[in-house]
């Protein structure tokens, strides 16, 4: 049986002290968002992920998703339950506008609550996620009727929504993408085709389904070009309101996966479907698009959300088990054995899963926040300024995050030696259901190709260089500040190595464009370091403030963060010279063997 | 289905033109392994492995074992007939010296071949590496009467052999174990208590299981000075040979694993079973150590292993995956999309994989023959050095090895997209597979303290000292040949942070010995980089060496070496720097936590 607790002190501690939420007050909803409230709304997010969620987490490993001859789907028992609490407590809707029927609550703190629920029932929370991102399509995308029709049932969760893009040929390269699309002569489209890893294409949580599905109309231009989007509901709906008969969509076939056994992953078969236009015509990859940065921040988050319940049991877990004594001598003498913590080694696993979490923890919400500045700021240059760095920090965090989320399920899992080997203690799942990250919503190196190949040129790199002259006037700013020395140096040093990889870049991509492709997922995590050195050096001072304002009984837990900062600049922040050095070595040795080598 | 074909000319240019088996004559068995030799048992080796193993890996992961209510253990469909083949063959004592039934050939053909093996099907292969195991602990300390009790159908393959060591609250420190060891009165014992996580502890592929038990005889001294080793067979020995009746001891239940489903992981428990002691009496920890050593070899041997499958597998999918276009213009315009082959963050992984298989392999090759010099020299100096190299470089095989194949199997799975994730196509299970050679046989994080604790200070430090001489001599005596430069100079600033490490330890570690801890991983893999840099030196030699001499056709063979070589040169040499950096940072954040803190 796993264990977790959301960490709650150290999401207040971001929202209040770090990234300021008094401070963006004017946005709208923020206001609404006091340290009180958020108080209150977390500490309830908490008791439903860890008293909810939590326990149906191995259940949904063990049982996994039943497919029926009937075409018909079964989740994991309790799934449904837990789903009707998480859609009666208002959670889906916590940051959609109010006109849409939901809160209209910070997007930041529906990460934050959103971490806690991946962490105790990630497969679970993937239901209410896809939704999420159908609701997020309709909203930029639906027209007014759409919008009525759909919006509210999927807001209040008695509908779910998926995505649909690939298929059995086409995964990343979409323009390949063979499903018909056909005028039916009313203002609507008959549609065919065979999609598939359709996650939560088929399901016994919700009244109806409300499909997302990527499809080319007869005639239209090959390639992405050709590519438009479609509402296909499972139920039609009828022309009073209410659920019509069922479409011409099922699932054919459920996979037999790695991980994430308590969400479906089906083959969804269209087999004349009724389908509506949602946006324009051959304009759905950018409409997929609008579902797509949310999903791929909400699958970022899966990674935090994992590595941190993973390390949760892997301390737990250290704490208690004895085995061995201490380089430096016995620290329990009355007991058979210390307890593993001791180890240096095992420390190092530890604490640097507790830095990085507590820093990729920052870079979500800091990135989370972005995206509320580039929806709701009331100033253009303000929206324009979120949106770049939300651009700029999705691949990134996307990547790095779910790379590290995955590395940290597996570090968890080690410091359990055997016994996390064996399903019993649950820490194989961590490590099974973390995998799926790395690949869906994109792969990591199509992140990493997004971000070299795509944001970084965007505008000129008018969004790169705000960042590197935030990153650096940072450190310009707390240079005077002795205590800050240990943080700005390692930053300002790995930003030097980003800069560095920025020149180079612009110096060997344009000639030789097989230099971006080698470069791609070196600079991701270079990029993805400077970030989180950012970060902790932003906790580091925020912890200094605090800590010389004299808090009393809290000053450990600033303290703490300082400690855990430091082993984070010493430990991590060195791999930006690595990853340059890669960077630079250019593509040539890595293109040079002939295909038939391999 | 999964692909597999065992590098047999790669396994051959390693043999005989970069280890040079001609130049080793003078040991018993070398004589006898001649190029033609080799390349036959080789290519007897890959058709087994290919034909008869190879198919029944996804039978085995799927089906698992079965443990039944009388304590016997099923294995999966096809297993006995596999191993069968494999004793018939006259696999299993294809190492072992004549006058014990074996035929004496080298260790290091042994691992040869071993490679083709685990990368077919390492669950069923655990089952024959565990009775070799046995025999090298029985022909170190056996009596003679032992050895002419066991050996026989050992060697043979009729019998197998298990290791048992871990209990349940005692899996590293062994001091702590519990099971008894009563005398009988009658020269044997009487053994009682329980085993877990014994791999190969029942199944139904052999006549008997050897069981070799660690103990506590009565009244013997705490901690490890007071272990010993028992022999305790499935079937006792009847008096005229053959098996008697059944011993008492019994499988009471099987784990179910992450992954190497097709070997049975029991939970052994031993009730007044008949015991005889082997070697002696509290000298238990040493003879395990020399099944333990053996062991090692073969769980890296394991990570090298499932490196090449996966690597295999993602090389022949990128080949034919149709996505997307090359960064660089159409390569195959006629088709829909150009393979993944032609993108270079796709290249990188295959590259990354390939270039660590291929050093990984010269790794693991020589550290056998370091075994086969220890063992078989007639100079004492040669054994002496032979066995120093052997200690030293076996945690280091042990660590890096299975690390970098984990981390593989995760790459090559990443290549096929969310077509890996799904167990159909088998790259899972590389990766639940590999998975557990990072813990058992002493977890990669004991690994490291058996270097950084232990090795490197044993005598003096001449092992290591041995070591960095021979890497600086390779070095020096190739600095005129300008074709090597990009692979000395790269080795020799790997070699200059190593030799800094060891000195940062030598200064830090005796004042406080968490700095050894600390350390320990990354000097572990600072190591592992060097030995491998070395080794792709010395491929890179024998490569030009030999296009030189104008090899005509062959010649592609080794150009592909050199360039495969510069680009682990050139993207896995330059993390020494990051090792060091880190290991210089010692203990102190790392241990300024309290426990409670995490």
């Known amino acids: 049986m796993t264990l977790y607790r959301a960490p709650v002190r150290d999401t207040l501690f971001l929202l209040n002290e770090v990234l300021g939420f008094e401070r963006h007050a004017d946005l709208p909803g923020f206001s609404d968002a006091s340290p009180d409230v958020l108080d209150v709304i977390l500490d309830e997010a908490a008791r439903l992920a860890e008293n909810v969620m939590l326990p149906l987490n191995r259940v949904g490993d063990l049982e996994g998703c039943q497919h029926h ?6 989740t994991p ?16 809707g916590l940051a959609v506008p109010a006109d849409h029927g939901g809160q209209g609550l910070p997007y930041t703190l529906h990460q934050a609550a959103g971490e806690y629920f991946s962490s105790a029932n990630m497969a679970l929370m993937m239901y209410a996620g896809l939704t999420q991102g159908a609701i997020a399509a309709l909203i930029a995308h639906g027209s007014e009727q759409q919008k009525v029709a759909y919006l509210p049932a999927l807001v209040d969760g008695r509908w779910a929504g998926t995505m649909n893009l690939t298929e059995p040929h086409c995964g990343t390269d979409l323009g390949l993408l063979r499903t018909r699309a056909v005028p039916d002569g009313k203002g609507g489209y008959s549609i065919s085709g065979q999609k598939i890893f359709i996650s939560a294409g088929e399901h016994d949580l919700c009244e109806n389904i409300v499909h997302l599905v990527l499809a080319r109309i007869e005639g239209a231009p090959q390639g992405t070009k050709g ?62 698009f609008t579902m797509m940065n949310e999903a791929r921040l909400g699958v970022a988050l899966q990674g935090l959300a994992i590595s941190e319940v993973a390390f949760q049991n892997a301390a737990v877990y250290a704490r208690e088990r004895l085995q061995g004594r201490s380089l430096s001598g016995p620290k329990e003498p009355d007991k058979p054995a210390d307890p593993i913590i001791v180890h240096a080694d095992i420390r ?31 100033d253009a240059k303000a929206r324009e300024a979120g949106d770049d760095l939300l651009g700029l920090l999705t691949p990134v965090a996307k990547g790095m995050l779910t790379d590290k989320g995955f590395n940290h399920a597996v570090m968890a899992q080690q410091v359990f030696g055997g016994h996390g080997y064996i399903e019993e203690n649950g820490m194989s799942q961590f490590v099974r259901d973390a995998r799926i990250a790395m690949i869906y919503e994109g792969t990591n190196g199509i992140q990493a190709l997004d971000l070299v190949g795509r944001k970084l040129a965007l505008n000129g790199g008018r969004a790169m260089r705000a960042f590197m002259q935030e990153v650096g006037d940072f450190c310009e700013g707390n240079r005077a500040d002795e205590k800050m020395t240990p943080f700005t140096k390692a930053l300002k040093k790995s930003l030097n190595d980003l800069q560095a990889a920025t020149l180079w870049l612009m110096q060997n991509a344009m000639s030789e464009p097989d230099n971006a492709g080698s470069a791609a997922t070196d600079y991701l995590h270079l990029f993805g370091l400077v970030a989180l050195g950012y970060m902790w050096s932003r906790m580091a001072k925020a912890a200094q ?30 791999e930006t010279a690595l990853r340059l050095a890669r960077i630079s070595a250019g593509a040539d040795a890595m293109m040079a063997l002939p295909a038939e080598a391999f």
Chains 1, 2 share one sequence.
């Not at 001859?69 to 079964?74: E, F, K, L």
């Not at 028992?77 to 889906?92: C, P, Q, S, T, V």
């Not at 992953?265 to 324009?280: F, I, K, P, S």
Request: proline share 1%.
């Open 69 to 74: 001859d009937d075409g018909s789907v079964t």
């Open 77 to 92: 028992k309790g799934f449904k339950a837990a789903l009707d609490r998480y859609r009666e407590g208002g959670w889906m």
């Open 227 to 288: 590519i438009s989007l479609f509402i296909v509901p499972k139920f039609k709906l009828a022309k009073g309101g209410g659920l019509g008969k069922r479409n011409a969509v099922a699932c054919g076939s459920i996979e037999r996966k790695m991980g994430i056994h308590g969400n479906a992953t089906c083959v969804m078969n269209y087999d004349g479907a009724e389908g509506a236009l949602l946006g324009e015509e051959n304009g759905g990859l950018k409409a997929m």
């Open 348 to 378: 190092r696993t530890l604490m640097t899963m507790k830095a990085f979490n507590e820093g990729g923890r920052a870079l979500l919400l800091w990135t989370a926040l972005q995206s509320d500045i580039a929806h709701r700021a009331g």
């Open 545 to 574: 403030v605090r800590i010389a304002e004299d808090v009393g009984e809290g000053r450990s837990f600033y303290e703490n963060k300082l400690a855990t900062g430091r082993f984070f600049m010493e430990h991590a922040m060195p």
